[in-house]
């Protein structure tokens, strides 16, 4: 198929037509498509495209689907009848010792560093619809591994096993969603917490079966992605795609023009399609930092999250209380996440993230400093004081690095090995989120390091590092096409200058 060919006049009238039209004539469709997503404010892209807004939101339960299960084992540790049933009595009381939490919690980073570089292959393949459906038949059948497990080395399998398949939803789904589910976790456990049988834990493995029930029969309905479509060489079913997405008064050629039109371009630039591609001259700058800023929601203390409830409990405060702070924590965290909408519209995605990132480095090192106190078990206040910090520690996550991680991740990416390059700053990720979940059971638990809030000065540090390297290379992707992300990259802009650059047209 010649795209080149300027024999052609008039305006195609069909996908294929207009894979076919001359490359003045994709450029013209292209700049009206590009204006026109210049011009289109929140509220209207909302009402242009609100199809598109229902299927993301749909698919991102994937990601939900994946936070829930490590929040939800993380939370377990600081159930009483889970410590009954799978712990040993420490100083009076049952503990889940850090050898296993540590098996336990390697589910999903293991899965993530597996999942995330297959999960790339079949999606190419088959395409997002059928991948994100063979993943969630396959959590139907794990979820049946955790909730009859009565020993340790059977929920050790199912969590690794569910992980795998868990693992490929981050890069099918790469969405801020992650923030709606652990307050589901949460919810759930406090409810359960207080009973003394199996079912305390069991239930809540079980909730896991909602999602598959939820999102299979709905999921025959979605369409795909006309990306996807684009780069198999189905124009017409892009088409297609495409004006399910948008309003019915919406004319989806230009859109289609411009899909089109930013994967020729890329092609000239020899961005590629494999994994080897993604660290060539052409996508290296892009690769780091989709995958530094990916690392960095590790780096900065997001792996805590798993162990709130466990972190209020040794911090001092009562079982009860422990799960009621828990729930208001990621309640919290979800409403940042609200906020983050709103957020990303006015201010940008640079600053929020620079912002949030020396804030939450501050928080840490505060709650750090407030641990060293002096008999600090008798101080009821300090404990306060750490417990109510980490709650805001959480909601400035959830309106800075949490969601707006994902939307760099996705606009830095060239859209050729957008899922590749997802792989890599999944698996980087993951690699990290291993060394915490080993690390993190001997450091919080009381018969090991029994650091509690000292873990402050640990990830306050961390993130601080991480600060620095933000600030000189995390460039504002805000408000670009992906044609003119391309430009920018291949121009080698720097980072200063990406918010203010003129690209020549």
Request: glycine share 8%.
């Amino acid at each position: 198929m010649d795209i080149s060919d300027t024999s052609k006049t008039d305006i195609p009238k069909d996908g294929l037509a207009i894979a076919s039209a001359p490359v003045d004539e994709l450029n013209a469709e292209a700049r009206v498509a590009a204006i026109k997503e210049h011009n289109l404010s929140f509220l209207e892209a909302i009402r242009t495209y609100p199809t598109a807004v229902a299927w993301s939101l749909f698919f991102s339960l994937g990601v939900v689907m994946a936070a829930f299960d490590p929040q939800l084992i993380g939370n377990l540790y600081a159930t009483p009848a889970f410590q009954k049933d799978f712990g040993y009595l420490y100083e009076g009381k049952y503990i889940i010792p850090a050898s296993w939490q540590t098996g336990l919690s390697m589910g999903s980073p293991l899965g993530q560093v597996v999942g995330a570089f297959f999960a790339a292959y079949p999606m190419e393949w088959f395409g997002r619809k059928k991948t994100f459906g063979a993943c969630v038949v396959l959590t139907t059948g794990c979820v049946f591994i955790q909730f009859f497990a009565r020993s340790l080395s059977v929920l050790l399998a199912g969590e690794l096993l569910g992980g795998l398949v868990l693992g490929c939803y981050v890069v099918i789904s790469p969405a801020y969603a992650s923030e709606v589910c652990p307050l589901i976790a949460n919810g759930v456990i406090a409810g359960t917490s207080k009973l003394d049988t199996h079912w305390a834990y069991s239930l809540p493995f079980a909730v896991q079966w909602v999602w598959p029930a939820i999102i299979l029969p709905l999921l025959v309905f979605a369409p795909e992605s006309p990306w996807w479509l684009q780069r198999s060489g189905r124009f017409e079913e892009a088409e297609k795609s495409l004006k399910r997405l948008a309003a019915k008064h919406v004319d989806v050629k230009p859109t289609l023009a411009m899909i089109i039109e930013t994967d020729r371009l890329e092609q000239q630039m020899e961005a590629g399609s494999t994994y080897l591609d993604c660290f060539k001259k052409i996508n290296i700058r892009r690769t780091e930092i989709a995958t530094g800023v990916y690392c960095i929601q590790v780096l900065s203390g997001i792996y805590l999250i798993g162990y709130a409830t466990y972190f209020f409990q040794l911090a001092g405060l009562a079982t009860d209380q422990s799960f009621n702070m828990s729930v208001g924590f990621l309640a919290l965290g979800f409403t940042g996440t609200c906020l983050s909408w709103f957020l990303l519209i006015h201010i940008g995605r640079r600053r929020i993230y620079i912002t949030g990132l020396a804030v939450l480095a501050t928080l840490q090192l505060i709650i750090g400093i407030l641990d060293c106190a002096p008999n600090y078990e008798n101080r009821p206040s300090v404990i306060w004081a750490q417990s109510v910090l980490m709650l805001i520690w959480n909601f400035i996550y959830g309106c800075s690095l949490g969601p707006v991680c994902f939307v760099i991740l996705c606009e830095v990416s060239a859209t050729r090995v957008r899922s590749k390059t997802i792989g890599v700053a999944t698996a980087a990720q993951a690699t990290l989120g291993i060394v915490m979940t080993v690390a993190i059971p001997y450091m919080i638990n009381p018969d090991q390091a029994n650091m509690r809030g000292k873990l402050g000065f640990f990830f306050g540090g961390l993130a601080a590092i991480c600060w620095i390297w933000a600030y000189i290379r995390v460039p504002e992707t805000g408000g670009r096409t992906y044609e003119e992300l391309d430009t920018m990259f291949e121009r080698n802009v720097k980072t200063k200058d990406f918010k203010k650059y003129v690209v020549d047209r």
